[in-house]
């Protein structure tokens, strides 16, 4: 590694477009990501918020433009290698395993690794994070509650103890109290190191925990700025949050 690549941003997105057929779904779409930030892309429904993070993750290749992790190109790379780059996505609706209990789920979490004693403290590190799954290990993931299977899914991501974790809309559908004790989670998991990618339609939420933040609008990037100063501002909040 060169001096160089030690500065990057951890993630770096530069002019992404992506397509769905004729639908262009990203037009143009640059942002960074740096080591220990909570970022927070934010913008209503078909903003291209799913899109961006399939893109980075590889599950979506009809793109062009670059995607730098860690300053180097993972565009050419396969899902499985970007796992195991230190990537984790949890993909939106949560995707968990239906018949599997939650001790199954977690580890499958990690299949990537072999060692016993690490998959261990792994499991043990996201019961501390979420104890109600520890409660519940030998239960069905379809049997959980959204608000549980939202927690399975994010400890599932976390047993590839990954550098950054791209979450898509973890509130989406969830009780209020279980909003709240997501957000104090994903604060937490940062707080312990690692990087967050937070898709959210939860503007106000989002804005609460993430330290700077880029608005999606149609596919392309409307506005960008510290979290804190887009969550105070009406004119913003008005223009582009949807909350006027
Ligand atoms: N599988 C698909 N086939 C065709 N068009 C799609 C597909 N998925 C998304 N699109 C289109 O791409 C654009 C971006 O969609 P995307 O799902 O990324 O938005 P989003 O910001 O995640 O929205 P939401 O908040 O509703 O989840 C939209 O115009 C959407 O209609
Ligand atoms: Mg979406």
């Known amino acids: 590694m ?34 220990g930030e909570i970022v927070t892309l934010i913008g209503g429904n078909g903003a291209g918020k799913t899109t961006t993070l399939a893109t980075i993750s590889r599950l979506l290749t009809s793109s062009t433009g670059d995607i730098l992790f860690e300053g180097r190109s993972i565009t050419g790379l396969e899902p499985h290698d970007v796992v195991n780059a230190g990537i984790a996505h949890v993909p939106e609706g949560r995707r968990i395993f239906s018949g599997l209990t939650i001790l199954e789920n977690l580890e499958m979490g990690a299949f990537a690794l072999s060692d016993k004693a690490e998959i261990a403290r792994r499991l043990e ?48 559908g969830l ?24 898709v959210e339609q939860n503007a106000h939420m989002a804005l609460g925990i993430a330290h700077r933040a880029y608005v999606l609008k149609n596919g392309e990037i409307a506005m960008e700025g510290d979290a804190r100063h887009l969550l105070s501002d009406d004119a913003i909040r008005e223009a582009y949050l949807g909350e006027g």
Request: no cysteine.
């Open 175 to 198: 009780s209020p109290l279980f909003v709240e004790r997501i957000f104090e989670i994903i604060e937490a998991i940062n707080r312990e190191g690692t990087t967050v990618l937070l």
């Open 2 to 35: 060169t001096a160089g690549s030690q500065t990057a941003p951890l993630l770096e997105v530069r002019d992404l477009q992506a397509y769905y057929g004729h639908i262009h779904a990203l037009k143009g779409v640059s942002f960074k990501v740096e080591k």
């Open 125 to 172: 590190h996201g019961f501390t994070l979420f104890p109600r799954l520890k409660e519940r290990v030998k239960q069905l993931g379809g049997t959980l509650s959204g608000g549980e299977q939202q927690m399975l899914a994010v400890a599932r991501a976390l047993m590839q103890n990954p550098r950054i974790l791209l979450l898509d809309e973890p509130s989406m």
